[in-house]
């Protein structure tokens, strides 16, 4: 069993920075994914970034490139979101998954098994 739990986030100003964590516990596998999505107030959930245990491979949504960095420290079985420049369409709640074993599209919300409970960002304008 895999638990995993996001921390860090709140209410930031527009331009303003966070950054998320999410702690990972149980099987994680070098060959799985850990990433990020998030869900607005009526929306689907979408993909925001994500990053390989083994080698720290990335990719990200062209929404949050050159903002958003993920990271991850594998002694501590913990990935980082490091949220800069927000905008108030940031705002929704975040959630960190960790994906199925070896997948062939990262980005999508059906590669990934495990989901952390979310946790709210709030960007004011």
């Known amino acids: 069993q895999v638990q995993l739990v996001e921390s860090g986030g709140g209410l930031v100003q527009a331009g303003g920075s966070l950054r998320l964590s999410c702690a990972a516990s149980?099987?994680?596998?070098?060959?799985?994914?850990m990433g990020w999505f998030r869900q607005a107030p009526g929306k689907d959930r979408q993909f925001v970034a994500t990053?390989?245990?083994?080698?720290?491979?990335?990719y990200y949504a062209d929404s949050v490139k050159g903002r958003f960095t993920i990271s991850r420290d594998n002694a501590k079985n913990t990935v980082y979101l490091e949220m800069n420049s927000l905008k108030p369409e940031d705002t929704a709640v975040y959630y960190c998954?960790?994906?199925?074993?070896?997948?062939?599209?990262?980005?999508?919300?059906?590669?990934?098994?495990?989901w952390g409970q979310g946790i709210q960002v709030t960007v004011s304008s």
């Open positions: 990053i390989t245990w083994s080698d720290g491979s990335t």
């Open positions: 998954a960790r994906s199925r074993t070896e997948v062939p599209n990262p980005r999508t919300r059906l590669s990934y098994d495990y």
């Open positions: 149980g099987r994680t596998f070098s060959s799985c994914f």
